[in-house]
């Protein structure tokens, strides 16, 4: 019971003389809730187009290097000159 | 695609609109308790409540039914936990205004009983809010309910006065 009263008084105590609201606290919120999500989609773009250029990358180089063709043998048979 | 972009945004803009229309001057109340500044001079808290909406917009088509109340509140609850522990320790730190029910607590004491008491926050969800232990949770409660219930405290001089008014 004392303590529903003690909580009681200090719930009124926080309770009394709210604060005005001010009238820009809504266009501020929507410009910088705006402004994060542009930077976020910018973050997204910019990814999607990183992985895009490392994949044509690796395509070029690969096409280019062939790693998978069996190398030439590198030494000459002898040659048994007449 | 264009169109359903647009009629989106100007969904969402209404929506959230109507949200701080309702919500505004409770959130902001619960703001100023927090940095315990004085109702008519409030930037710190104005500020603190800001950026939780903003967030909250930034995120507002991925609540999937979620109440944005809950979200705001926990923006605003880690926005403060964080300013909080890096102004700790500076000099230039701001006194909490004396006209505030809550100055003579600490920061984290201001959190909690804001939350538990003002906001009706549950006792596990406050823990898990501010990554504490139900049990640490309810200490600093109980500190911080006596704290505000205990008389104010005479300036040292008073008192000094009076024990020489004894003597």
Do not use: I, K
Not at chain 1, 6 to 13: I, N, Y
Not at chain 2, 110 to 120: A, M, N, P, Q
Request: aromatic share 6%.
């Amino acid at each position: 019971m004392a303590r529903m009263n003690r909580e009681a008084t200090v719930r009124r105590l926080l309770a009394q003389s709210p604060p005005p609201v001010p009238p820009e606290l809504h266009a501020e919120a929507v410009r910088r809730g705006t402004r994060m999500l542009r930077r976020r989609e910018l973050a997204r773009r910019t990814m999607w187009l990183l992985l895009l250029v490392a994949a044509v990358v690796f395509v070029v180089w690969a096409l280019t290097v062939r790693a998978w063709v069996e190398p030439p043998p590198g030494t000459a048979p002898p040659l048994t000159g007449r | 695609m264009r169109p359903r972009h647009a009629s989106r945004d100007a969904l969402r803009a209404r929506e959230f609109e109507a949200y701080v229309a309702g919500a505004g001057g409770r959130l902001l109340h619960t703001a100023t308790l927090l940095t315990a500044e004085a109702p008519d001079d409030n930037p710190r808290a104005r500020h603190l409540l800001t950026l939780a909406l903003a967030r909250t917009y930034a995120c507002w088509d991925g609540l999937r039914g979620d109440d944005p109340y809950d979200r705001t509140r926990q923006y605003l609850a880690s926005g403060f936990a964080r300013g909080a522990w890096h102004r700790h320790g500076r000099l230039l730190r701001r006194r909490p205004h004396p006209g505030s029910p809550l100055a003579r607590l600490s920061p984290r004491e201001r959190l909690v009983l804001v939350l538990r008491l003002y906001e009706g926050v549950a006792e596990e969800q406050t823990a898990a809010l501010l990554g504490l232990p139900a049990e640490r949770v309810r200490a600093v409660y109980h500190r911080a309910m006596a704290v505000v219930l205990s008389p104010p405290r005479r300036p040292a001089g008073a008192v000094r006065d009076v024990q020489a008014a004894r003597s």
